[in-house]
Nanobody
């Protein structure tokens, strides 16, 4: 059984930072392309960042320059460093692994950015 679980969310002030983690299990981590999405109330789920099995990262324009994603393969974990946060970054952040055209979603971790 493949499982993906996010952690590291919380409440921060504008301009603050968080480091989100996403741990996978039940599959060889090297086989997974990993990505982050987020969803705010009333909005569609939005792509944030992705990283391939080869370590190539790509970011949505809205977060480029502020967010950084990397993977620690021996720990079966990917990270998302989110910096210079604004209230518009408030959302549930979801982690997804993908292998052989199958998506494995986590349950999400809440990020709240407010004064």
């Amino acid at each position: 059984q493949v499982q993906v679980k996010e952690s590291g969310g919380g409440s921060v002030q504008p301009g603050g930072s968080l480091r989100l983690s996403c741990a996978a299990s039940g599959i060889l981590f090297n086989l997974l392309d990993m990505s982050w999405y987020r969803q705010s109330p009333g909005k569609q789920r939005e792509f944030v960042a992705e990283i391939t099995t080869m370590g190539r990262a790509n970011y949505a324009d809205s977060v480029k320059g502020r967010f950084t994603m990397w993977r620690d393969n021996p720990e079966y974990t990917v990270f998302l460093q989110i910096n210079n946060l604004t209230p518009e970054d408030t959302a549930v952040y979801f982690c997804k692994g993908r292998a052989w055209d199958i998506d494995y979603w986590g349950q999400g971790t809440q990020v709240v950015v407010s004064p």
